[in-house]
């Protein structure tokens, strides 16, 4: 087996652990910075290192569309030719089936698209998706699932999650067990009973982990936290957890203290571009006036001041600059959580995270 889960403390629910893979070791719980195309944007892998980023998420469908997994073997694979070279996760596409809907077509054996870059035709399978991350090299890949829209009728999140099971099985059996461990998908929408059953189901695959799949694609925030509240808990134990796609610091802290072990999210890179930065005691929108002479420092060795000045002067480099200081605040956050976790003080220093108030807590 090419990955090694270990679980060092807990505190309540929450688990503080060790996710040791082919290219280094992943302290939990983690955030991985979202790379789509192989680099988190205006970021170079030192400056990620720097931050102390200790794996990446990469996008399947979208690194196969361009330059293509011929093009990223040819040049030694992907960890070589994004000169990153600590663990590597991909998406396998299943996402693209619902946010490029009009694109796709879904049958039980695949989908196909066509690409959002030229309109190429495009197929994707569950054994397609298992061989395409293997030639990749990846630490970690995600099999291809059915990612339903928000809202959808009981019924047709029944069949997504009836497919996704039958693609789990099929990613199982084409599945080689090299250097690329390969993770499931639990889907079911916002109902407990599905959720239930896909966890079941998929548990009695013993992959290497868990991903809970189907969230924050425009469901309340209410039911978000239900639907994690209820399938962490149903994973395998001594397994990873990961929460895909989620979230602000208060929707991680709660999947931690759920017991939740790995996050990925594009708001630390995205906001940032658009000028929202997070601290400790709450989001900070750094191109208001007030801001204009304040010489507060940033994470990303500027003051407040200077930042503001660069976004109202259309400076490139101010998005660069924001999307360092967020992602150092979201990998010291989850720093800050996994020392909690291990010193049983998880709910006392959250205390010292204001933006990560959670309002009601899980249960448990």
């Not at 030639?135 to 339903?148: A, F, K, N, S, Y």
């Amino acid at each position: 087996m090419s990955l090694r889960f270990t679980i060092d403390g807990r505190d309540g629910a929450a688990r503080a652990g060790r996710l040791e893979t082919p290219h280094g070791l992943v302290p939990t719980p983690a955030f991985m910075p979202v790379g789509t195309l192989g680099a988190v944007k205006g970021v170079p892998p030192e400056a990620l290192e720097r931050l102390g980023a200790s794996i990446l998420l990469c996008n399947l469908y979208h690194l196969a569309v361009r330059p293509g997994i011929d093009a990223v073997e040819r040049l030694g694979g992907l960890h070589q030719f994004t000169a990153w070279p600590r663990p590597i996760l991909t998406d396998s596409g299943g996402f693209q089936v619902f946010s490029l809907a009009r694109l796709a077509a879904v049958d039980d054996d695949g989908v196909s698209f066509r690409n959002h870059v030229d309109g190429a035709a495009m197929r994707l399978t569950p054994e397609i998706v298992v061989r395409f991350q293997e030639r990749l090299g990846v630490d970690v890949g995600m099999v291809l699932d059915e990612c339903p829209p928000w809202p959808a009728e009981r019924e047709r999140v029944a069949a997504a999650v009836r497919r996704t099971g039958e693609w789990a099985r099929r990613s199982r059996d084409a599945w080689t067990q090299g250097a690329t461990a390969l993770f499931a998908i639990v889907q079911g929408g916002v109902h407990e009973e599905l959720r239930h059953a896909a966890a079941r189901d998929l548990s009695s695959l013993d992959f290497p982990g868990y991903a809970i799949g189907g969230v924050s694609v425009g469901e309340p925030e209410a039911d978000r936290r239900r639907v994690v509240e209820w399938t962490a808990p149903a994973l395998p134990e001594e397994k990873p957890r990961y929460l895909m796609g989620v979230g602000t610091p208060a929707d991680i802290a709660h999947a931690v203290r759920s017991g939740v072990d790995l996050f990925d999210c594009v708001l630390p890179s995205r906001n940032g571009r658009h000028g929202l930065l997070w601290e400790r005691h709450g989001e900070l929108r750094i191109k208001n006036a007030r801001y204009r002479d304040d010489p507060t420092p940033l994470r990303c060795g500027v003051s407040r001041g200077f930042l503001h000045h660069l976004f109202r002067a259309g400076e490139v480099t101010a998005g660069v600059l924001a999307t360092l200081h967020n992602l150092s605040f979201y990998l010291d956050f989850m720093r800050d959580l996994g020392e909690a976790i291990a010193s049983g003080s998880l709910v006392e220093r959250l205390a010292a995270w204001p933006v990560a108030r959670l309002g009601d807590e899980p249960p448990g």
